[in-house]
């Protein structure tokens, strides 16, 4: 499996089990069905599981006029899934993490979510002190 495609399962996975309330091991079983389990997929849901309260608490740092609860379950997925991706996954260019995420809001959000997106990864990104 691409990591693009892992990504879009993962982000599925995510949003499953932040609105469905079921675990990580369940979400990754619905998203893949009968295939076999993709390990960066593995690592992106049960990493921003594991990380969820510092990835939480970065992304309330850097939100502007929002709550991280008002946000969009998509575009909440989105954000905690690229936020692991840079702060945790070394071996993704942070660049690519960034393109990524704006990839998947544009597909999976609405009308306004790859600018909001590509807005807080940003802010997000100068927190981490990450120079490309």
Known sequence: MKRHAAREKALQALFQIDVGRITPEEAVQNVVHEEEVDPFLQQLVFGVVEHQEEIDELLRSNLEKWTLERVANVD?????????????????????????????????????????????????????????
């Open 76 to 132: 909440r997925a989105i954000l905690r899934m690229a936020t692991y991706e840079m702060k945790y996954v070394d071996d993704v260019p942070v660049k690519v993490s960034l393109d990524e995420a704006v990839e998947l809001a544009k597909k999976f959000g609405d009308a306004k979510s790859s600018r909001f997106v590509n807005g807080v990864l940003s802010k997000v990104k100068d927190a981490l002190h990450i120079t490309e």
